[in-house]
């Protein structure tokens, strides 16, 4: 059980934790398919709740290794990219969007999950295993999927149409690579 506090082990706490989010994006995803939205959107924040884990691990007991960090942002994109843009799409746009609009709106999924990929992508080639910066520039990934969140439950509730779906999701890809600050807590 050495290998579950040694900073070398892929498989130490922190990226038990990470794994643990992974898990819970993928099986979130098989739900969304079968249009159970609300135990997908339970298994996305129980996700979210190790994604916050996995780090506060990492740092307290020193286990942040490069692996980690890779596997941290793959996960982020399935939980926080894939599991919103998933639901969103399945959920909103197919039951209430036809013809060019669903168009528009598969292109905006689209342009969504390759900001939030670049912007992970970004994120790892400018940060150092256990190092935490006092702010993000651009809006983070389990920000933007929060956001999704809002508006997701804005569209259910019939606050908002889909068509403003679509430009909400539009906005908050484009923040995802802006120079916008937000504070690290």
């Not at 059980?1 to 819970?24: E, Y």
């Not at 809002?150 to 403003?164: G, H, P």
Request: proline share 3%; aromatic share 16%.
């Amino acid at each position: 059980m050495k290998f579950i506090f040694n900073s070398q082990s892929h498989f130490n706490l922190a990226n038990i934790f990470t794994f643990v989010n992974i898990t819970a994006g993928l099986i979130a995803i098989f739900f969304i398919t079968q249009n159970n939205f609300f135990v997908a959107i339970i298994l996305a924040w129980i996700g979210g709740a190790f994604d916050i884990f996995d780090g506060k691990i990492a740092r307290k007991y020193k286990l942040s290794n490069e692996f980690g960090v890779q596997l941290d942002s793959f996960a982020d994109f399935l939980s926080f990219v894939l599991v919103p843009v998933f639901l969103i799409f399945q959920s909103t746009y197919t039951t209430n969007l036809s013809g060019i609009w669903i168009i528009l709106a598969s292109v905006i999924c689209v342009y969504y999950i390759i900001s939030g990929l670049r912007r992970l992508i970004h994120f790892n080639i400018n940060t150092d295993a256990g190092e935490v910066d006092r702010f993000f520039t651009g809006v983070p990934t389990p920000l933007g999927a929060i956001l999704l969140w809002l508006i997701y439950l804005c569209a259910t509730y019939e606050i908002i149409s889909a068509l403003s779906v679509i430009i909400f999701m539009a906005i908050i890809g484009w923040s995802l690579n802006s120079k916008i600050k937000i504070p690290h807590p």
